[in-house]
């Protein structure tokens, strides 16, 4: 009988011990934590996520540089005038002057200058006409001509006229002309006697000085 119990009571244990066991492991294990990511993108993919902007023209508003084929305009402040010689003949008279470029840049001339005959009280002298003229008495046609004047050149037109007159005649005399480069606006004076008995004026294109 009392083996029975023994036996009973070492059963009994050994079942409590064995429950003991499977509910401590039931209780005790947690399912496995996953691990923390780290991964980024690749520094190109970081970078091209930012919008780029493509098919962007260039707006190239400076200017190409060019090559200038021809010198600029002469100015007045450029030139100075003076006449340099002086033809007669049959009555008329011919005046050859020269324009010089004094400046340190060359530049161009082109064409007739303009003349004005002035009196004493620097007046335009009535009466007095003046004419674009490709020939004189003095020289054959002469077209006009563009003329580069380098620095220190010269080109050159001619005034003429005809100073004969009759008693009864009453020559205008001019005290000061005013002479104005080709396609410029300012003049340059000079002191001139010019009598054109006829009441005219020829005035040639200026050419160049050889």
């Known amino acids: 009988m009392r083996i029975l119990i023994v036996e009973s009571s070492m059963l009994l244990l050994l079942t409590v011990m064995t429950t003991g066991c499977v509910g401590s492991d039931s209780v005790t294990k947690q399912p496995q934590a996953l691990p923390a990511t780290t991964e980024q993108p690749p520094k190109e993919a970081v970078l091209n996520s930012t919008p780029t902007s493509t098919g962007k023209t260039t707006d190239n508003s400076t200017p190409q540089a060019t090559i200038a084929t021809n010198s600029t305009r002469c100015e007045t402040s450029q030139l100075s005038v003076r006449r340099v010689s002086q033809d007669a003949g049959v009555g008329n008279v011919g005046l050859t002057y020269a324009f010089t470029n004094n400046s ?5 001339l082109y064409g007739y200058p303009g003349l004005a005959l002035l009196d004493a009280k620097g007046q335009p002298l009535e009466g007095v006409k003046v004419i674009r003229s490709k020939d004189t008495y003095f020289s054959s046609k002469q077209p006009r001509q563009e003329v580069t004047l380098a620095p220190g050149k010269q080109a050159s037109f001619q005034v003429a006229y005809n100073h004969i007159s009759s ?5 205008p005399i001019s005290s000061k002309i005013e002479i104005t480069p080709p396609n410029a606006y300012q003049h340059l004076t000079l ?5 054109p008995c006829t009441g005219k004026v020829r005035v040639t294109p200026v050419r160049a000085v050889l």
Request: with cysteine; charged share 25%; net charge negative.
């Open 104 to 108: 340190s840049s060359p530049c161009t």
């Open 167 to 171: 008693p009864q005649d009453n020559c």
């Open 191 to 195: 002191t001139e006697e010019i009598k």
